[in-house]
């Protein structure tokens, strides 16, 4: 019949809607990335109902016998906090069901991203959410060149023990952009630590990185950052171009178009 995607509280219960509130308890049953956790909340409001867990390793099983129950049931699917699908699982699911016409009703509400950039400082007219990045070192560097020439705030989530390692590779990839980190929204312990990324070594030393954790750095604003246009007026101005973007000294160049023309 039909799939609810209901956004739930990413740190303080109170930022629930009164209709995602109305919806769980009309629904025949809950979708839940952890039933533990889901419970959690669904007791502090008093919604007794029947919840079937959905988390990634499972997610095509799961599936199958979800939609099954919705040829004549109606559901909600929530996560752990805030919105599903959002660097949650929900969207195998959510597809599956579109291509078996089963009715898609998303609510809005809570989400992590929205509250940490309109706080952060750093322009949120036009900006890109880009989810978690990489784990190795590498994969992370040549993720984050692929975004250098962006002219758009970027935003992230992290896990709080890589927090450090995300901004040394930023600050390499990057060069001294702002940025914020914005920890624990919405709980006892939110923060939000702004600077620039040269400094954020001694921004953070006193911080205790733990929760959630959103990080935010401004787009590629200045002029000198762009890539300028390439101009050749002479074979000297290939070679230098090679030799800048691409790391190939002139008789490497050399030797690669003797060996294309032969």
Request: glycine fraction near 4%; charged fraction near 30%; aromatic fraction near 10%.
């Amino acid at each position: 019949m039909s799939i609810y995607i209901v956004p739930v509280p990413i740190g303080n219960l109170k930022d629930i809607t009164l209709r995602a509130i109305e919806i769980l308890k009309e629904v025949d049953f809950i979708i839940a990335e952890d039933t533990r956790y889901s419970l959690k909340l669904l007791n502090y409001f008093g919604i007794k109902k029947s919840i079937i867990s959905y988390y990634k390793p499972c997610e095509n099983k799961k599936a199958e016998k979800i939609l099954s129950l919705l040829k004549t049931k109606k559901a909600a699917l929530i996560t752990d906090s805030g919105t599903p699908l959002i660097s949650d699982p929900g969207f195998i699911l959510i597809k599956k069901a579109i291509e078996n016409g089963v009715e898609i009703i998303p609510l809005p509400g809570p989400t992590a991203f929205v509250p940490a950039i309109v706080a952060s400082g750093i322009d949120p007219s036009k900006f890109i959410f880009l989810g978690f990045s990489p784990r190795k070192k590498g994969e992370l560097i040549k993720y984050l060149k692929t975004l250098a020439y962006l002219e758009y705030t970027l935003v992230f989530y992290e896990s709080p023990r890589r927090v450090e390692n995300f901004l040394i590779a930023a600050l390499s990839v990057f060069g001294n952009r702002r940025f914020a980190v914005v920890k624990e929204i919405s709980k006892k312990n939110e923060k939000i630590i702004r600077g620039k990324l040269i400094e954020f070594a001694k921004i953070i030393e006193s911080e205790t990185i733990l929760g959630e954790i959103v990080i935010i750095i401004e787009g590629n604003f200045e002029k000198n950052r762009k890539e300028k246009a390439l101009k050749i007026t002479s074979r000297d101005d290939i070679f230098e171009y090679f030799k800048e973007k691409h790391n190939i000294s002139k008789n490497d160049l050399k030797k690669i178009l003797i060996k294309k023309n032969k």
